[in-house]
């Protein structure tokens, strides 16, 4: 059974930085490609940035490329978004999503940029 957990969530203000994280289980990480999503209050989720299943390989939405990072660590099957120069328009909840059998995600951490 796949388990994602996401954490690392808060609030921050304008100009900050966050780590979310996100513990994987119930299949074997190191061979699948996983990726962060953000759902703001009244849109629709949207890709933030993904990563290939060696960690080689990653992809960001314009709107945060050079303002975050994606990244894995395959022996403790978790994975990682550092996220700085935050904004308010980052405010959302973060989901960590793998397609294991189907679309899998977690329950998501909320981020809040706000003063």
């Known amino acids: 059974q796949v388990q994602l957990v996401e954490s690392g969530g808060g609030l921050v203000q304008p100009g900050g930085s966050l780590k979310l994280s996100c513990a994987a289980s119930g299949f074997t990480f190191s061979i699948y490609p996983m990726s962060w999503y953000r759902q703001a209050p009244g849109k629709e989720r949207e890709l933030v940035a993904s990563i290939g299943s060696t960690g080689r390989t990653t992809n960001y939405a314009a709107s945060v490329k050079g303002r975050f990072t994606i990244s894995r660590d395959n022996t403790k099957n978790m994975l990682y978004l550092q996220m700085n120069s935050l904004k308010p328009d980052d405010t959302a909840v973060y989901y960590c999503?793998?397609?294991?059998?189907?679309?899998?995600w977690g329950r998501g951490t909320q981020v809040t940029v706000s003063s």
């Open positions: 999503k793998v397609s294991y059998n189907g679309p899998n």
